[in-house]
């Protein structure tokens, strides 16, 4: 009975180190500073600039979306995810490389969040060099939500 | 007329003498029927009794998935004190939850979540989430982010003696 516990034990250690250092590839963290945007400042680009609005694409779930986005903002799907990533890709594809793009998720802590990098990355290789990452520290919630930036709900 | 004014007097006396140095009562956590990933419907309300730990959670969430081997811990080492944790996953379908559910030897009842199950726990616009709820429905501790399994070890037994 001991070994058995041990043995799911181990598997399931195994399985969470493995899990781990796949993600760490696609970390937030690796995106740099220079191209993250804050929270304060998209809210000051748009409101200056309604007619120049970018395009905001939200790269995380649809059940957080729902809830609450950036109002004009579309969904895509958590780019983690090749479907994600495809829908992205399809997207964009007749779009500039140019075109202000700004990519948010917000569904873990910025340090943890699976989604924006691979999206920002697969727009860098489609040859967009305008692409912005919302920085947002904690999640949605906390960082646009409950500080009483424009928010909307539904699809 | 004189005994029944004392009568009401005292009677509103009692009532905010009650009020007042009453115990401070947690909110009923909101009920819901959701379908399970790998079984029949799942309402929350028919685990009162149990203390409940409500994971909202996500396949792709890596603070999610760091979580879930010391909940599959928990639930084993108190099941039998009544422990019972539902995990909600927020992922868009079941697709990725049910081989995952496998791959973590996940021991406790999965449901597939939305924005309005979300909505109704004031709003799940991260993840992770875990409510604690007592053995009456009534939610006692609310987690958001990555949480120690240390500290939810302490909060169930602390529940968990609570009858």
């Known amino acids: 009975m001991k070994i058995r516990l041990l043995l799911t034990k181990s598997v399931l250690a195994v399985a969470a180190a493995f899990l781990m250092v796949v993600q760490v590839a696609g970390q937030a963290t690796a995106i740099p500073a220079s191209r993250q945007v804050t929270p304060e400042d998209l809210v000051k680009l748009l409101q200056s600039s309604p007619e120049q609005k970018p395009l905001m694409i939200q790269v995380g779930s649809h059940v957080l979306y729902t809830q609450a986005h950036i109002p004009g903002s579309e969904y895509i799907g958590p780019a983690s995810t090749e479907a994600g990533l495809q829908q992205l890709r399809k997207r964009v594809a007749m779009l500039r490389r140019t075109q202000l793009i700004v990519l948010y998720c917000g569904c873990c802590p910025w340090s943890h969040c699976p989604n924006v990098e691979p999206a920002d990355n697969a727009l860098h290789k489609m040859g967009f060099r305008n692409v912005k990452i919302l920085y947002i520290a904690e999640n949605f919630g906390n960082d646009w939500v409950n500080k009483g930036y424009p928010t909307a709900k539904g699809d | ?163």
């Open chain 2, 1 to 163: 007329m004189l005994l029944l004014v004392l009568g009401l007097l005292w009677g509103r006396h009692m009532r905010s003498g009650t009020q007042a140095s009453g115990p401070k009562q947690h909110p009923l956590a909101p009920d819901f029927t959701l379908a399970q990933v790998n079984g029949p419907s799942l309402t929350l309300s028919s685990y009162r009794g149990h203390v409940v730990l409500l994971d909202f959670w996500a396949t792709w969430c890596v603070p999610c998935r760091e979580e879930i081997p010391h909940f599959v811990e928990l639930q084993d080492k108190f099941r039998a004190q009544g422990l019972q944790i539902i995990g909600v996953s927020m992922d868009d379908s079941a697709d990725p939850v049910r081989p995952f559910s496998q791959q973590f030897h996940m021991n406790y009842p999965i449901v597939m979540g939305n924005a309005k199950i979300g909505e109704q726990y004031g709003g799940v616009l991260g993840l992770p989430i875990a409510f604690l709820l007592d053995r009456d429905g009534r939610i006692t501790k609310k987690h958001i982010g990555a949480t120690p399994a240390e500290v939810f070890d302490k909060e169930i037994a602390t529940l968990l003696l609570k009858q």
